[in-house]
C-alpha cells in the first residue's frame, strides 16, 4: 500500500522559511511523479509543484516561483519543499500527493494518493 506523510509544518514569522518532507512508503519514489498542494480555510485547493518522474524537472505556481523549491532524495524516499521568503498568505495545510506533471500539475481523483497534510502557518 503506497502511503504518503507530510511533515515539517509550523509557525514561523513572515519572511521566514521552512522545510517540509514527504515521506513515500510503499513504493519507489522515482516511480511517481510528486506535487505539493496547500488549501487555506474556505479557499479552493492550489498546486504549487510537480515533479515528474522523468527527467525529473519541476513545475512550479506563479504564486510561489522564486520561493519555494522542490529536491528529493530517493534513498530516502523522500521529497522536500523548501520554502523561503514566507508570507501570511502562505499559511494553509500542505499536502502532497501522487499526481501527474505535464505542463502544470494534474489530479487524477481516486487515483492518487495523498498525504495527511501538514499544518503551516505564516504570522505577519
Known amino acids: 500500500q503506497v502511503r504518503l506523510v507530510e511533515s515539517g509544518g509550523a509557525l514561523v514569522q513572515s519572511g521566514g522559511s521552512l522545510r517540509l518532507s514527504c515521506a513515500l512508503s510503499?513504493?519507489?519514489?522515482?516511480?511517481?511523479?510528486i506535487g505539493w498542494i496547500r488549501q487555506a480555510p474556505g479557499k479552493e485547493r492550489e498546486g504549487l509543484s510537480c515533479?515528474?518522474?522523468?527527467?525529473?524537472?519541476?513545475w512550479y505556481a506563479d504564486s510561489v516561483k522564486g520561493r519555494f523549491t522542490v529536491s528529493r532524495d530517493n534513498g530516502k524516499n523522500t521529497v522536500y519543499l523548501q520554502m523561503n521568503s514566507l508570507k501570511p498568505e502562505d499559511t494553509a495545510v500542505y499536502f502532497c500527493?501522487?499526481?501527474?506533471?505535464?505542463?502544470?500539475?494534474?489530479?487524477?481523483?481516486?487515483?492518487?494518493?495523498w498525504g495527511p497534510g501538514t499544518q503551516v502557518h505564516v504570522a505577519s
Open positions: 500527493a501522487t499526481v501527474v506533471c505535464r505542463d502544470r500539475l494534474y489530479y487524477s481523483s481516486g487515483y492518487d494518493y
Open positions: 510503499g513504493a519507489t519514489l522515482d516511480n511517481y511523479d
Open positions: 515533479t515528474g518522474r522523468s527527467p525529473g524537472s519541476t
